[in-house]
């Protein structure tokens, strides 16, 4: 049973990063851990700031962040949810929020997270309604991308090794090692290429540079080898170029979905990107 008096919570959170600096709180920028926290303070004045899963870059979205906060437990997980969302801008929106145990993490406890893209590749798919949802790759016509041809160069990046090459900066502690699960393109019902990767972690700006450079490879603007010799010869250095290979650039912000976190309980919320894929119910309960 959790302290009468405090109380450790989690909750899943929705946000569309459009009008955002990211996740992490900046000086005089307005982040989404920000507009958290100050909703918090407003309802409970106690808490103790929040942690989440993982820093999503301004102008990526979220349908699965996961975060955790300790708070006088003064109101049930129900009432506390309604409270916050009435308190949050409407970019912001908490589906789920429970009880934790006290050692729960919502970053070191996960063991898997789950990203998402979107592009258009053909002029019949581009519209300015979706331009902060959707990579648009072309205005015009435009021969479309075979999302089978995209899974099979994708391949190449599953597995375990070093993505130095597909990360703006390193991170010292943790090195560049990451284990890649799952890397597949499919067609959305609307025909908008649709990636989705899944793996133990990812680096900064790593799937935005892997989606580019995919289908860069995919319609010939690099070569497959160019992407074996990138994922083979980077090392632990992202600041060290493979030699003779053109750096790789990263895809816009606005088409990337943090899409769910794995924990030893289960995925916080199935696949899908609301809106386009997917409903945006939880795979638990809402309110534990």
């Not at 597909?166 to 890649?180: D, L, N, W």
């Not at 992407?227 to 493979?242: C, I, K, Y």
């Amino acid at each position: 049973m959790p302290d009468l008096e405090h109380a450790r919570f989690r909750a899943t959170i929705q946000y569309d990063g459009t009008a955002f600096r990211g996740w992490q709180l900046q000086p005089d920028e307005r982040t989404v851990q920000g507009v958290v926290e100050d909703a918090l303070s407003r309802l409970l004045p106690t808490h103790q700031g929040t942690t989440a899963a993982g820093r999503t870059d301004g102008g990526v979205h979220a349908a699965g962040q996961e975060i955790a906060f300790e708070a006088p437990d003064v109101r049930q997980p129900k009432e506390l949810r309604r409270g916050l969302n009435a308190l949050l801008p409407e970019d912001v929106w908490i589906p789920r929020l429970g009880y934790a145990e006290e050692s729960f993490h919502p970053r070191f406890d996960a063991i898997a997270r789950r990203y998402e893209y979107l592009a258009s590749d053909t002029g019949d798919l581009t519209s300015p309604l979706i331009r902060d949802r959707v990579w648009q790759l072309a205005r015009n016509d435009a021969e479309p991308v075979e999302a089978e041809h995209l899974s099979e160069i994708s391949l190449s990046v599953v597995g375990r090794g070093s993505f130095a090459a597909f990360s703006k900066a390193g991170q010292p502690k943790r090195g560049t090692m990451c284990e890649v699960r799952q890397a597949i393109w499919s067609r959305t019902p609307a025909g908008l290429l649709h990636f989705t990767i899944v793996a133990d972690r990812f680096l900064h700006r790593m799937v935005r540079y892997l989606v580019a450079t995919l289908i860069e490879v995919a319609t010939g603007r690099r070569g497959r080898d160019e992407l074996e010799r990138l994922l083979a010869e980077a090392g632990e250095d992202p600041s060290r170029p493979v030699e003779g290979v053109r750096p790789p650039v990263p895809a816009p912000a606005w088409g990337l979905y943090l899409t769910g976190v794995r924990y030893a309980d289960g995925w916080n919320r199935p696949p899908g990107i609301p809106g386009f894929l997917g409903a945006t119910r939880t795979s638990r309960a809402q309110d534990d």
